[in-house]
């Protein structure tokens, strides 16, 4: 079998893509073969086409909506694309298709491409954002942070409110992180006590157990006078998440849906609608907001707003990507965010 590519200078890197009589190098990728089954096998790099960019990735973020494909429902397709599932990457530039203007080979990026389980990835310039010298050395899987940032916009939380943060999973603790450096009084809502212990020490003033509805209510009752909360983040992607968080809305409160409901749900209209609350669902579709939130993340995570790395518990090798997954769906103790590195 053969080795890993040699690394390359940025002479070396710039022609790769016009050195057409090069013979194919080869990287690893990651396949998943099955439910719950991943190989990593060895295929061609790819070769960045017009207004492309190709990185060599240092690391990639694993993400809970992986966890679908991995449980392998009926609509799921094996094996996968070499790569596919991974679109939290991040890494340098090693070669440029025509046309690309503003990133050069040895460019540090965060990227939005979507086979980012592998040794390279390739995708549109307008998908990667630049990573300055501050970072260098950080992972920064820029996806999720940028998520992180675009519910934070649609949140419209001033100094002093009370918030809600139902859910202190990655996400969900990066909003408490966003939410008190706006200025807002936090309390969290989680299932596990490693998570209660993580949103205190990200900011919020109190952490209540999930699994009891009635407790965590009656005690945001007792917090606010009885006023609960004018906004309320549901970060679980669960019914037991989303009635909790509504309930926990105040009267012209906001609840806003971070979490993705792809299951069936059922809401308590009448709830919702006798205390006149606005309800957001905040995810977004447009690969440029996406890429628009990564670039405000940089800018937070240098000012200091937004403090990622104490959340990314887990390392693994990409040989070891089947472990990240099954932790990321066991949630075991003292886990919350696994990052696979090249
Ligand atoms: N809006 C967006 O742009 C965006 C971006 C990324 C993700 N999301 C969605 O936001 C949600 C959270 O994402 P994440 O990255 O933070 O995932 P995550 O780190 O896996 O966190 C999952 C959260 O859900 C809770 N949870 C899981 N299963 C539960 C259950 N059966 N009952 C109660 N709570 C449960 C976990 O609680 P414990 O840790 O306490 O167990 C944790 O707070 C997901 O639905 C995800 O798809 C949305
Ligand atoms: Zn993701």
């Given at each position: 079998?053969?080795?890993?590519?040699?690394?390359?200078?940025?002479?070396?890197?710039?022609?790769?893509?016009?050195d057409r009589s090069s013979p194919v190098r080869t990287m690893r990728a990651a396949v998943l073969t099955g439910a719950g089954r991943?190989?990593?096998?060895?295929?061609?790099?790819?070769?960045?086409?017009?207004?492309e960019v190709r990185v060599r990735l240092e690391g990639c973020g694993v993400c809970a909506s992986n966890l679908g494909p991995w449980a392998g429902p009926d609509w799921m397709r094996f094996p996968t694309r070499p790569g596919d599932l991974g679109h939290e990457g991040w890494g340098v530039v090693d070669a440029v298709g025509e046309g690309v203007g503003t990133l050069k080979p040895g460019d540090r990026v965060a990227t939005l491409f979507y086979d980012s389980y592998a040794e390279y990835d390739v995708g549109p310039e307008s998908l990667a954002v630049?990573?300055?010298?501050?970072?260098?050395?950080?992972?920064?899987?820029?996806?999720?942070?940028?998520?992180?940032?675009?519910?934070?916009?649609?949140s419209d939380i001033r100094p002093g409110q009370t918030v809600a943060i139902v859910g202190a999973g990655f996400l969900g603790l990066l909003l408490i992180q966003l939410a008190r450096q706006a200025g807002a009084r936090v309390i969290a809502?989680?299932?596990?006590?490693?998570?209660?212990?993580?949103?205190?020490?990200?900011?919020?003033?109190?952490?209540?157990?999930?699994?009891?509805?009635?407790?965590?209510?009656?005690?945001?009752?007792r917090l606010t006078a009885g006023r609960l909360c004018e906004r309320v983040f549901e970060v679980t992607g669960k019914q037991v998440g989303l009635d909790l968080a509504a309930s926990l809305a105040a009267v012209r409160g906001r609840l806003i849906v971070a979490g993705y409901?792809?299951?069936?749900?059922?809401?308590?209209?009448?709830?919702?609608?006798?205390?006149?609350?606005?309800?957001?669902?905040?995810?977004?579709?447009?690969?440029?907001?996406?890429?628009?939130?990564?670039?405000e993340?940089?800018?937070?995570?240098?000012?200091?707003?937004?403090?990622?790395?104490?959340?990314?518990?887990?390392?693994?090798?990409?040989?070891?990507?089947?472990?990240?997954?099954?932790?990321?769906?066991?949630?075991?103790?003292?886990?919350?965010?696994?990052?696979?590195?090249?």
């Open positions: 079998m053969e080795g890993p590519p040699e690394p390359m200078n940025t002479q070396d890197a710039r022609q790769v893509s016009r991943v190989r990593v096998d060895r295929v061609p790099v790819p070769e960045p086409k017009t207004g630049k990573l300055p010298s501050g970072l260098d050395g950080k992972a920064f899987p820029g996806e999720p942070l940028g998520c992180a940032i675009n519910v934070m916009r649609r809502v989680s299932r596990r006590g490693f998570a209660r212990d993580m949103a205190r020490r990200n900011g919020a003033e109190m952490a209540l157990p999930l699994d009891d509805e009635g407790s965590a209510l009656r005690a945001v009752e409901h792809q299951d069936a749900r059922q809401v308590d209209m009448q709830q919702w609608n006798w205390r006149g609350i606005d309800v957001i669902n905040a995810h977004e579709r447009d690969p440029a907001i996406y890429v628009r939130g990564m670039a993340a940089i800018d937070a995570v240098l000012a200091g707003g937004l403090r990622p790395e104490p959340l990314f518990t887990h390392r693994f090798p990409l040989e070891r990507l089947g472990e990240a997954l099954d932790a990321t769906r066991d949630r075991p103790d003292g886990f919350l965010k696994a990052l696979v590195t090249m």
